[in-house]
């Protein structure tokens, strides 16, 4: 499998958990303390509305029409790494992560940094290596 084809799977998986689980998402976003609640279930839906839509941009489409969906994935995976490094260095207790909603649930401890900074690096990867639109 291409990297452009792991990255497409892993934000699908992300977004497909998220979406199923939608309420469990929302409270594992809230445990962040970034996401004000008013704003929590337009906020969720724009994370997984923009994961899935990278996530298919990277499987449809001439080749040089993976580039959007990679540079959206880039986005995703900066945007998870700064919300994990940010509650780490405030030292909040995360119980879920919610990268896959309920799905592998696993608590926020630095290891999720180093999952999310491989995470950066396939979608940077993926970018260099797509042909620009």
């Known amino acids: 499998m ?3 084809l ?11 958990g998220q979406a199923i689980s939608f309420r469990s998402f929302a409270l594992a976003l ?7 609640k008013s704003t929590l279930r337009p906020v ?3 994370i997984v509305a923009t994961e899935a839509l990278a996530g ?8 040089w029409a993976h580039w959007p969906g990679a540079v959206l994935a880039l986005g995703v995976a900066v945007g998870w790494t700064s919300v994990a490094a ?3 260095r405030r030292r909040r207790e995360v119980a ?9 649930s696993q608590s926020l401890r630095p290891r999720v940094l ?20």
């Not at 792991?6 to 497909?16: D, P, T």
């Not at 180093?114 to 639109?133: N, R, S, Y």
Request: charged share 5%.
């Open 2 to 4: 291409t990297a452009r």
């Open 6 to 16: 792991y990255l497409a799977v892993l934000l699908l998986a992300m977004a497909g």
């Open 30 to 36: 809230e445990g962040y303390g970034i996401v004000p």
């Open 44 to 46: 969720a839906t724009g």
């Open 56 to 63: 298919v941009g990277l499987i449809l489409g001439a080749e």
């Open 86 to 88: 940010v509650a780490l």
């Open 96 to 104: 879920n992560c919610g990268c896959f909603g309920s799905y592998l």
């Open 114 to 133: 180093v999952q999310d900074a491989v995470f950066v690096g396939l979608a940077a990867w993926v970018i260099a290596t797509c042909p620009l639109p």
